[in-house]
């Protein structure tokens, strides 16, 4: 399947259901600890600002996810 037949399914689905735009790329890199430089330029975005504006929430989620992997690493007994 290519990317953009996904990423076509999930904003003709947004529009319909009045949800905001989804990008899984974004959501993926964040997840997988790829910086926010690198995330802007992948999407397209004049200004590392207006990524993070719009992935305000998956930013947190994916810096709480690691977090607790980092904790898991440095308090595990062994």
């Keep these: 399947m290519h990317p953009n ?3 076509t399914w999930l904003d ?3 529009k319909h259901h009045g ?3 989804i990008n899984p790329m974004a959501s993926m890199l964040y997840f ?3 910086d ?3 995330i802007s330029k992948r999407l397209g975005h004049a200004q590392v600002s207006t990524t993070a504006n719009i992935y305000a929430h998956v930013m947190e989620e994916a810096d ?3 977090a607790d ?3 898991d ?3 595990k007994q062994g």
């Design 12 to 14: 003709r689905f947004s």
């Design 73 to 75: 690493v440095f308090l």
């Design 19 to 21: 949800l905001p735009h």
């Design 32 to 34: 997988n600890c790829v």
């Design 64 to 66: 709480q996810r690691n």
């Design 36 to 38: 926010s430089v690198s």
């Design 69 to 71: 992997i980092l904790g």
């Design 5 to 7: 037949s996904v990423t």
